[in-house]
């Protein structure tokens, strides 16, 4: 298998315990933060939804300029671009070939290049950062009043079933 394909696979697998996640965040506490210096709900599971459309461009282009839209204002924006964002990279996957994914990639801040690699090693590095914005929001839920939804397995609020 080749690693295209094993990504598509992989990040096809998480994406539905993402849609799970942040369908999970109570819609009136995405301002909610463990610690003063901690990023809030609402930041993170918008910075997952922006994360992948970023990749979206990085296929398309080769590029990511991070730069992240403001952040709607209720779950329900967030939820709906994620969703744009997952089926949009799901598109560039797929129309997707070794040759692309094995192509120079770069990765700019402020206009300066902070990453120069391959598109699938930016993408991985994109979908592993996800993952652990995925972990964060999981452990604000409870204390948020929500119940924690199953990812890889049960949770203790839900059996996954």
Known sequence: MSNLKF????????????????????ADKLDYKPHERSASAGDIAWQISEELRSLSDLIDTGVVNWETN??????DEIVAA???NA??????????DDAKWAGEGRMLY????????TVGDICWSFFLDAIHHRGQLSAYIRPMGGKVPSIYGPSADDSGS
């Open 110 to 117: 402020g206009g300066q290049e902070v990453m120069k690699s």
């Open 70 to 75: 403001p952040r709607p204002s209720t779950l």
């Open 7 to 26: 990504y598509t696979k992989q990040w096809e697998q998480d994406n539905a315990a993402f849609g799970r996640v942040l369908r999970a965040l109570p």
């Open 82 to 84: 994620y969703d744009a």
């Open 87 to 96: 089926t949009r990279h799901r598109d560039r996957l797929n129309a997707s």
